[in-house]
């Protein structure tokens, strides 16, 4: 199963509802990248605008992930103050499509190669209209993966079962990142706030249901199984390639607790 998890989960520690410090959250990611958990670890995620601060709260060897908050050009700027830091590696850049067509944002995006660009959609609404996929389309087709958000601080932030399983079920098998609200690996009610919180795994099986040919009808009774055992007995069962297809589409999702992932891996008998 280590193709499954190999670096799946971002370290999202500086973003709601973590809001740890940068200079806090560098020192743990640092430790999390040593740990025996680490091969499950993906690079630090940082907004645009604090990136310049970044070498001076760390010596070692860090990959970075930037956030983009003001568009392309604040991209360009962030990665430019790293060039006497080469001990800061950018491997992932992520920016919404926001008010520029996904043509528009593709033609201005300068990407080093080997870094990974993720393009947020926007929520689809009630159905997946043709303007949305023409944008998928057109993320995939520059060869970057498309996010989706499945999560926040407040509940209307959440897609349920049915819209997260349309939007998967549109973009499979492009590449897909998701963000916010994957803390646990199965479906959950949040302790504290109710909030009803997809499962990382739910999502895995899910896709490869739609993978193997499901429907979408069926990609959103995977995401409604709050039965551990059923959704880990269904992952041991795939064979690596089964596991390396399912990471070609989904690349993986943003935390801001790492370790919630990797204590629920290991209580499910998916991570040793």
């Given at each position: 199963?280590?193709?499954?998890?190999?670096?799946?989960?971002?370290?999202?520690?500086?973003?709601?509802?973590?809001?740890?410090?940068?200079?806090?959250?560098?020192?743990?990611?640092?430790?999390?990248?040593?740990?025996?958990?680490a091969?499950?670890?993906?690079?630090?995620?940082?907004?645009?605008?604090?990136?310049?601060?970044?070498?001076?709260?760390?010596h070692?060897?860090?990959?970075?992930?930037?956030?983009?908050?003001?568009?392309?050009?604040?991209?360009?700027?962030?990665?430019?103050?790293?060039?006497?830091?080469?001990?800061?590696?950018?491997?992932?850049?992520?920016?919404?499509?926001?008010?520029?067509?996904?043509?528009?944002?593709?033609?201005?995006?300068?990407?080093?190669?080997?870094?990974?660009?993720?393009?947020?959609?926007?929520?689809?609404?009630v159905?997946?209209?043709?303007?949305?996929?023409?944008?998928?389309?057109?993320i995939?087709?520059?060869?970057?993966?498309?996010?989706?958000?499945?999560?926040?601080?407040?509940?209307?932030?959440?897609?349920?079962?049915?819209?997260?399983?349309?939007?998967?079920?549109?973009?499979?098998?492009?590449?897909?990142?998701?963000?916010?609200?994957?803390?646990?690996?199965?479906?959950?009610?949040?302790?504290?706030?109710?909030?009803?919180?997809?499962?990382?795994?739910?999502?895995?099986?899910?896709?490869?249901?739609?993978?193997?040919?499901?429907?979408?009808?069926?990609?959103?009774?995977?995401l409604?199984?709050?039965?551990?055992?059923?959704?880990?007995?269904d992952?041991?069962?795939?064979?690596?390639?089964?596991?390396?297809?399912?990471?070609?589409?989904?690349?993986?999702?943003?935390?801001?607790?790492?370790?919630?992932?990797?204590?629920?891996?290991?209580?499910?008998?998916l991570?040793?």
């Amino acid at each position: 199963m280590s193709t499954l998890l190999d670096r799946l989960v971002d370290d999202a520690a500086i973003f709601p509802p973590g809001n740890a410090p940068l200079d806090v959250a560098i020192r743990e990611h640092l430790g999390h990248r040593s740990s025996a958990y680490a091969s499950l670890i993906g690079p630090l995620l940082v907004r645009d605008v604090d990136v310049a601060r970044v070498p001076g709260l760390t010596h070692e060897p860090l990959q970075i992930g930037v956030i983009a908050t003001s568009g392309p050009r604040g991209l360009e700027q962030s990665a430019a103050t790293l060039h006497d830091f080469p001990h800061v590696q950018v491997v992932a850049v992520e920016i919404p499509l926001g008010e520029l067509s996904a043509g528009e944002l593709v033609s201005a995006l300068t990407v080093p190669e080997g870094v990974a660009v993720s393009v947020e959609l926007p929520r689809p609404g009630v159905y997946v209209s043709d303007d949305w996929l023409a944008a998928a389309d057109e993320i995939a087709v520059a060869g970057f993966q498309a996010k989706f958000r499945t999560g926040g601080v407040e509940p209307s932030a959440y897609p349920d079962e049915r819209e997260l399983a349309m939007v998967l079920a549109a973009l499979v098998p492009r590449q897909l990142k998701l963000t916010a609200g994957l803390h646990r690996a199965v479906r959950n009610t949040q302790a504290g706030t109710g909030f009803e919180q997809h499962g990382f795994v739910n999502v895995m099986v899910a896709v490869h249901r739609l993978l193997a040919g499901g429907t979408a009808d069926e990609a959103a009774e995977v995401l409604a199984i709050r039965d551990g055992a059923v959704l880990a007995a269904d992952v041991g069962s795939w064979s690596d390639d089964d596991a390396l297809a399912v990471r070609r589409t989904f690349r993986g999702f943003g935390c801001c607790g790492v370790t919630e992932p990797y204590e629920d891996l290991l209580e499910l008998g998916l991570i040793a």
